[in-house]
Protein backbone atom coordinates (compact mmCIF):
# COMPACT_ATOMS: atom_id res chain seq x y z
CA UNK A 1 0.00 0.00 0.00
CA UNK A 2 1.90 2.91 -1.26
CA UNK A 3 1.76 6.49 0.77
CA UNK A 4 -0.93 8.21 -0.96
CA UNK A 5 -3.73 5.39 -0.01
CA UNK A 6 -2.34 5.71 3.06
CA UNK A 7 -3.64 9.35 2.94
CA UNK A 8 -6.54 8.98 1.65
CA UNK A 9 -7.39 6.34 4.51
CA UNK A 10 -6.75 8.62 7.05
CA UNK A 11 -8.84 11.70 5.37
CA UNK A 12 -11.62 9.86 4.75
CA UNK A 13 -11.53 7.96 8.36
CA UNK A 14 -10.75 11.12 10.18
CA UNK A 15 -14.10 12.97 8.05
CA UNK A 16 -16.08 9.91 9.31
CA UNK A 17 -15.15 10.40 12.93
CA UNK A 18 -16.41 14.20 12.48
CA UNK A 19 -19.62 12.97 10.83
CA UNK A 20 -20.09 10.76 13.38
CA UNK A 21 -19.55 12.93 16.22
CA UNK A 22 -21.26 16.01 14.65
CA UNK A 23 -24.97 12.98 13.83
CA UNK A 24 -24.48 12.50 17.76
CA UNK A 25 -24.76 16.30 18.68
CA UNK A 26 -27.44 16.45 16.34
CA UNK A 27 -29.48 13.69 18.58
CA UNK A 28 -28.95 14.85 21.64
CA UNK A 29 -29.89 18.28 20.86
CA UNK A 30 -32.69 17.07 19.41
CA UNK A 31 -33.55 14.84 21.95
CA UNK A 32 -32.96 17.20 25.15
CA UNK A 33 -34.97 20.02 23.19
CA UNK A 34 -38.24 17.66 22.87
CA UNK A 35 -37.49 16.57 26.65
CA UNK A 36 -37.99 20.02 27.62
CA UNK A 37 -40.70 20.69 25.15
CA UNK A 38 -42.24 17.48 26.66
CA UNK A 39 -41.87 18.69 30.38
CA UNK A 40 -43.10 21.98 29.90
CA UNK A 41 -46.52 20.85 28.72
CA UNK A 42 -47.15 18.27 31.29
CA UNK A 43 -48.66 20.53 33.67
CA UNK A 44 -51.12 21.46 30.73
CA UNK A 45 -53.70 18.66 30.53
CA UNK A 46 -55.65 19.48 27.95
CA UNK A 47 -52.09 19.12 25.87
CA UNK A 48 -51.75 15.47 27.55
CA UNK A 49 -54.98 14.47 26.68
CA UNK A 50 -54.81 15.49 23.00
CA UNK A 51 -51.50 13.68 23.32
CA UNK A 52 -52.41 10.31 25.09
CA UNK A 53 -54.15 8.43 22.22
CA UNK A 54 -56.02 4.98 21.70
CA UNK A 55 -54.48 3.77 18.06
CA UNK A 56 -54.64 0.23 16.51
CA UNK A 57 -51.80 -1.91 16.69
CA UNK A 58 -51.49 -4.33 13.71
CA UNK A 59 -48.39 -6.16 15.37
CA UNK A 60 -50.65 -7.47 18.81
CA UNK A 61 -54.14 -7.87 16.38
CA UNK A 62 -55.96 -6.71 14.08
CA UNK A 63 -58.70 -4.91 15.64
CA UNK A 64 -56.68 -4.35 18.64
CA UNK A 65 -55.86 -0.76 20.19
CA UNK A 66 -53.26 0.26 22.06
CA UNK A 67 -52.32 3.51 24.14
CA UNK A 68 -49.65 5.83 22.67
CA UNK A 69 -48.04 8.54 24.17
CA UNK A 70 -44.85 10.35 24.82
CA UNK A 71 -41.83 8.26 25.48
CA UNK A 72 -41.22 10.69 28.63
CA UNK A 73 -44.47 12.12 29.81
CA UNK A 74 -45.19 12.11 33.03
CA UNK A 75 -49.21 12.05 34.21
CA UNK A 76 -50.54 11.75 37.26
CA UNK A 77 -52.06 7.93 38.39
CA UNK A 78 -55.69 9.40 38.52
CA UNK A 79 -54.99 12.14 35.58
CA UNK A 80 -53.85 9.12 33.39
CA UNK A 81 -56.79 6.74 34.33
CA UNK A 82 -59.37 9.83 34.05
CA UNK A 83 -58.05 10.46 30.41
CA UNK A 84 -58.17 6.94 29.41
CA UNK A 85 -61.42 6.42 30.77
CA UNK A 86 -63.08 9.75 28.48
CA UNK A 87 -61.32 8.06 25.22
CA UNK A 88 -62.94 4.65 25.70
CA UNK A 89 -66.22 6.50 26.75
CA UNK A 90 -66.09 8.65 23.15
CA UNK A 91 -64.95 5.17 21.18
CA UNK A 92 -68.39 3.59 22.96
CA UNK A 93 -71.07 6.38 20.86
CA UNK A 94 -69.94 3.74 18.39
CA UNK A 95 -71.88 -0.07 18.47
CA UNK A 96 -69.62 -2.81 18.82
CA UNK A 97 -70.43 -6.58 18.17
CA UNK A 98 -69.32 -9.76 18.82
CA UNK A 99 -67.73 -10.03 15.63
CA UNK A 100 -66.51 -6.65 15.88
CA UNK A 101 -65.64 -5.97 19.66
CA UNK A 102 -64.03 -2.89 20.80
CA UNK A 103 -60.47 -4.19 22.28
CA UNK A 104 -58.15 -2.45 23.97
CA UNK A 105 -54.76 -3.47 25.16
CA UNK A 106 -53.34 -3.09 28.53
CA UNK A 107 -54.62 0.71 28.72
CA UNK A 108 -54.49 1.18 32.41
CA UNK A 109 -51.35 -0.28 32.75
CA UNK A 110 -52.15 -3.62 33.77
CA UNK A 111 -49.69 -6.52 32.72
CA UNK A 112 -50.97 -8.30 29.71
CA UNK A 113 -54.94 -7.25 30.25
CA UNK A 114 -56.88 -6.74 27.63
CA UNK A 115 -60.06 -4.79 27.57
CA UNK A 116 -63.13 -5.83 25.53
CA UNK A 117 -66.37 -4.04 24.82
CA UNK A 118 -69.30 -4.87 22.43
CA UNK A 119 -73.27 -5.09 22.86
CA UNK A 120 -75.94 -7.09 22.38
CA UNK A 121 -79.36 -6.31 21.00
CA UNK A 122 -80.59 -8.38 23.97
CA UNK A 123 -79.44 -9.42 27.62
CA UNK A 124 -77.03 -12.02 27.57
CA UNK A 125 -74.51 -13.87 29.73
CA UNK A 126 -71.31 -14.10 27.78
CA UNK A 127 -67.95 -15.96 28.80
CA UNK A 128 -64.58 -17.20 27.33
CA UNK A 129 -62.28 -19.85 25.93
CA UNK A 130 -58.22 -18.55 25.71
CA UNK A 131 -55.42 -20.94 24.71
CA UNK A 132 -52.07 -20.70 22.97
CA UNK A 133 -52.93 -23.75 21.17
CA UNK A 134 -54.17 -23.96 18.17
CA UNK A 135 -58.35 -24.26 18.14
CA UNK A 136 -59.65 -26.98 16.14
CA UNK A 137 -63.28 -26.17 14.72
CA UNK A 138 -64.34 -29.63 16.13
CA UNK A 139 -64.43 -29.71 20.09
CA UNK A 140 -65.19 -26.19 20.93
CA UNK A 141 -68.76 -26.99 22.97
CA UNK A 142 -65.86 -29.06 24.77
CA UNK A 143 -63.78 -26.41 26.16
CA UNK A 144 -63.71 -25.32 29.90
CA UNK A 145 -65.41 -21.83 29.48
CA UNK A 146 -65.08 -19.05 31.87
CA UNK A 147 -68.08 -17.13 32.70
CA UNK A 148 -67.49 -13.19 32.16
CA UNK A 149 -67.89 -11.13 35.54
CA UNK A 150 -69.36 -7.75 36.19
CA UNK A 151 -67.76 -5.41 38.99
CA UNK A 152 -69.29 -7.11 41.94
CA UNK A 153 -67.62 -11.21 40.89
CA UNK A 154 -71.11 -11.98 39.49
CA UNK A 155 -72.22 -13.29 36.03
CA UNK A 156 -75.26 -11.32 35.05
CA UNK A 157 -77.62 -10.67 31.40
CA UNK A 158 -76.64 -7.37 29.87
CA UNK A 159 -76.77 -6.07 26.23
CA UNK A 160 -73.88 -3.75 27.30
CA UNK A 161 -70.72 -6.21 27.49
CA UNK A 162 -67.78 -4.19 29.38
CA UNK A 163 -64.74 -7.12 30.15
CA UNK A 164 -60.98 -7.71 30.73
CA UNK A 165 -59.35 -10.61 30.46
CA UNK A 166 -55.89 -10.60 32.30
CA UNK A 167 -54.79 -14.46 31.81
CA UNK A 168 -52.89 -13.94 28.88
CA UNK A 169 -49.59 -15.36 27.81
CA UNK A 170 -46.84 -12.74 26.75
CA UNK A 171 -44.60 -13.65 23.64
CA UNK A 172 -47.27 -16.15 22.36
CA UNK A 173 -50.53 -15.78 19.98
CA UNK A 174 -53.24 -16.05 22.33
CA UNK A 175 -55.87 -17.76 20.87
CA UNK A 176 -59.72 -16.49 22.11
CA UNK A 177 -63.14 -17.67 21.88
CA UNK A 178 -66.21 -15.57 23.16
CA UNK A 179 -69.95 -17.06 23.14
CA UNK A 180 -72.90 -15.28 24.25
CA UNK A 181 -75.62 -17.01 25.68
CA UNK A 182 -78.86 -16.91 26.64
CA UNK A 183 -80.82 -17.42 30.42
CA UNK A 184 -81.20 -20.94 29.13
CA UNK A 185 -77.54 -21.63 28.64
CA UNK A 186 -77.57 -22.21 24.70
CA UNK A 187 -74.88 -20.57 22.68
CA UNK A 188 -76.54 -17.72 20.76
CA UNK A 189 -73.15 -16.73 18.93
CA UNK A 190 -69.38 -17.08 19.17
CA UNK A 191 -66.81 -15.57 17.58
CA UNK A 192 -62.78 -15.77 17.98
CA UNK A 193 -59.72 -13.86 17.69
CA UNK A 194 -56.05 -14.00 17.83
CA UNK A 195 -54.32 -11.62 20.16
CA UNK A 196 -50.17 -11.29 19.99
CA UNK A 197 -49.24 -10.25 23.25
CA UNK A 198 -45.36 -8.39 23.85
CA UNK A 199 -43.57 -9.49 26.36
CA UNK A 200 -43.57 -6.87 29.25
CA UNK A 201 -40.66 -7.77 30.73
CA UNK A 202 -36.96 -5.63 30.57
Given at each position: ??????????????????????????????K??????????????????????????????????????????????E???????????????????????????N?????N??????????????E?????????I???????????????????????????????????????????L???????????????I?????
Amino acid sequence: MNKYMIKRIIKYGFLFLILVVLTQIVYNFGKDSYNQYIDSHENDLEWVEKNIVLEDDYKIGSQVKVVHMPENLSVSEEDYKNIINKKIKSLLVNRYSIESPLLIYNPFKEENSLYIYFHTGEKYYAEYYTTTESIAIKGVEELKYQPFLNENGKQVMTSSHYYVIDSLVPKKKNNIIIRILDENGEVIEADNFIVNIPNTKK
